[in-house]
């Protein structure tokens, strides 16, 4: 059974770095073809790609977010680490990590998480 | 960046409809397109992928179809439990974008 789940802080100011945490089970991200996303939600909007990186780490970031955004992974501890620096009211969304295969879409979503920013 | 158009945005229709939601990208995506489901505070389902792959699990009244650089989404009887929005994503080019949404209410 395939799972993930998106953990870190549910309110940040704004200026803050935000770090989150996808932990996932049931498949490597070590094995050929397998990547990991972000996506975001803001409430009442559209789905927004963020980042992924791949089995290979290869790595693609959303050039709209550019220097902001940062993904990482850690094999060994099934994880994926996005941070987003200069938070703004605007950042406002649920966040989602997501598997998905080369060729397909994201096939498995964690629960997403609501991150607020607001002073 | 590629950008991803849906149409309609809100679609009313009854059980037992036939029903379509079209997807239009700015360029040339191959065949690189997804389509995902979500109901109200729960995250996307993916559906559909490769434009007309049937995600496992997901009920034959599903397909997907594509011509060029539109694509389509038809549930073929509507059901209950298919009231909700669906977004298209293309995975073609970096950035991957979504569409907008089409959200699909009960008439």
């Known amino acids: 059974q395939i799972t993930l789940k998106e953990s870190g802080p549910t309110l940040v100011k704004p200026t803050q770095t935000l770090m989150l945490t996808c932990a996932f089970s049931?498949?490597?991200?070590?094995?050929?073809?397998?990547?990991v996303g972000w996506i975001r939600q803001p409430p009442g909007k559209a789905l927004e790609w963020l980042a992924v990186i791949h089995w290979n780490d290869v790595k693609y970031v959303s050039p709209s977010l550019g220097s902001r955004l940062t993904i990482t992974k850690d094999t060994s501890k099934n994880q994926v680490v996005l941070t987003m620096t200069n938070m703004d009211p605007v950042d406002t969304a649920t966040y989602y990590c997501?598997?998905?295969?080369?060729?397909?879409?994201?096939?498995?979503w964690g629960q997403g998480t609501l991150v607020t920013v607001s002073s | 960046d590629i950008q991803m158009t849906q149409s309609p945005s809100t679609l009313s229709a009854s059980v037992g409809d036939r029903i379509i939601i079209t997807c239009r990208a700015s360029?040339?995506?191959?065949?690189?397109l997804a389509w995902y489901q979500q109901k109200p505070g729960r995250a996307p389902k993916l559906l559909i992928y490769?434009?007309?792959s049937l995600e496992s699990g997901v009920p034959s009244r599903f397909s997907g179809s594509a011509s060029g650089t539109e694509f389509t989404l038809t549930i073929s009887s509507l059901q209950p439990d298919d009231f909700a929005t669906y977004y298209c994503q293309q995975y073609n080019g970096y950035p991957w974008t979504f569409g907008q949404g089409t959200k699909v209410e009960i008439k």
């Open positions: 490769k434009a007309s």
């Open positions: 997501a598997r998905r295969l080369v060729g397909s879409g994201f096939d498995n």
């Open positions: 049931g498949f490597s991200l070590s094995t050929n073809g397998v990547g």
């Open positions: 360029q040339s995506i191959s065949s690189w």
